[in-house]
Every structure is written in structure tokens, then in C-alpha cells.
């Protein structure tokens, strides 16, 4: 069972519709009880950084998400849900992210005359830094994905960096480490080549 970790921000049923069709079972849940039987976590989110760690540690959830990723349980951030990994986020100054990652969010419009439209909604080209990686699995070298955001990761070490994209300037469209990992795109809504990596994420619950 994936534990999808519901703070009221999100799409959480489309991301729970995906896992369905592929046969698996789901949970939306924000009880911290969950988390501890659950075979793996998905925490997605759409929203400002600010009000999502806001709306996590009220929840109480946040010491459980920790616990699950310690204890090796394979996770997955999508969208917000990566953001948030991180130490801290220029949407929100002063706001301590879940800091599981060291570094932080950036905006597409602190860069000086960015010549493209904010947000970058669309499909965009999945850029993999790591062939063998295990959620690249059967996704071709020309694969697309779909993306709607305004601020995208800055990791501290670019060992994490899974793949880039290009949107107006080379970013990191996904990170891991371990049993965690997280796409800055939306698995659930990029069509076969989503699923894929959604498949192949479930695939890590059994290896």
C-alpha cells in the first residue's frame, strides 16, 4: 500500500487515479499511523512553499515523513512535494523546508530578463543524468513531461540531480538519494511516459 500524504494541497486524486490504473492500492491519508504500516509515500502538492510546511506540521505528519524515509521506505516527492525536501524556498523567506536536502527553491523570475512566461506550463523534455536510474526505466531518451511551476530546486550537490530540463535556463527537474525521490513535473499527467515512472516507483516497494 502507497501512503499518499494529504495536507489539503495537491491534486491528490489524479496522482491516486494513476496508481489505481496501474493496480495499485492507495491511501490518502494525514494520520502519521499510516505512514508507519505503509509499504512506500508519495507527497505531492501544489500550492506556495510557505503554506505547505505550514499545513505539514500542524498536520503532525512531518516527524512521521522523516521516520519513513530513515527507515528506507521508498518515497516520492512530485512537484511542491520535491520543493519542499529542501532547506528553504525565496516564495517564502524564513520558512524552514522539511530540510532532508540540502539546498534551496529558486524562482524562474529572479533570473535578470528571463525571456520566457512564468509559470512553465507545459511539456517540456526530460533530460536524465543517470540512464541507469531506477524511475528512468523504460523512458526513452525523447521522453516529454508536463510541468506547471514558477520555482525549481537548487540542490547543494549536483550527485543528487536525477535530470534537467530547459525552460529559459538549464534546471533540475528531479533529484534522489537512496530510497527517496522526487520530479519537479507531474507524473500523473504526462500521459504513458508518466506512468512508466510511476510504475517503476512501485516496482522499488518489491525489488
Known sequence: MIAII???MGNLRSVQKALEHLGVETHLTSDPADLRVADAVILPGVGAFGAAMQRLNESGITPALQRALEQGKPFLGICLGLQLLFESSSES???QGL????????GFREIPNFPLRVPHMGWSRLRPTQPDYPLWHGVPESAY???VHS????PAHSSLITAYCEYGTRFACAV?????????FHPEKS???????????????HP
Open 93 to 95: 523567506p524564513g520558512v
Open 176 to 184: 534522489g538519494h537512496a530510497n527517496l525521490h522526487a520530479v519537479q
Open 151 to 154: 520555482y525549481y530546486p537548487e
Open 99 to 106: 530540510s532532508i536536502l540540502k539546498g534551496r527553491v529558486v
Open 6 to 8: 494529504n495536507y489539503g
Open 191 to 205: 500521459g504513458e511516459i508518466g506512468l512508466t515512472i510511476l510504475q517503476n516507483f512501485c516496482r522499488l516497494m
Open 145 to 147: 513531461v508536463y510541468f
